[in-house]
């Protein structure tokens, strides 16, 4: 079994900042990539950033320069740092953990920025 649990979510007013972590624990031998999503009402799940192992990110263009990924391989956790935020990120934000045979979603954090 694994376990991913998310924390730091919140609200907060445009042009705050909030950290988001992630935890990864249980049969987890290597864990590969991980990632955040996030789902606004009525709107399908979409990705905001990965990292993989070694380090290398991806971002969505939204977000790009505002928020920030990163991840303690020790640790199996990852974190979003997002700063400048706008009344557009509101959303419910869900880690996703890979590793070798499988991958694990976490339960979602709100994040709420109010205009």
């Known amino acids: 079994q694994v376990q991913v649990v998310e924390s730091g979510g919140g609200l907060v007013q445009a042009g705050g900042s909030l950290r988001l972590s992630c935890s990864a624990s249980?049969?987890?031998?290597?864990?590969?990539?991980m990632g955040w999503y996030r789902q606004a009402p009525g709107k399908q799940r979409d990705l905001v950033a990965l990292i993989n192992r070694d380090g290398r990110t991806v971002y969505v263009d939204s977000v790009k320069g505002r928020f920030t990924i990163s991840r303690d391989n020790a640790k199996n956790t990852v974190y979003l740092q997002m700063n400048s935020l706008q009344p557009e990120d509101t959303a419910v934000y869900f880690c996703?953990?890979?590793?070798?045979?499988?991958?694990?979603w976490g339960q979602g954090t709100q994040v709420t920025v109010s205009s």
């Open positions: 996703d953990v890979n590793w070798v045979g499988g991958f694990s």
């Open positions: 249980g049969s987890i031998f290597t864990i590969t990539t």
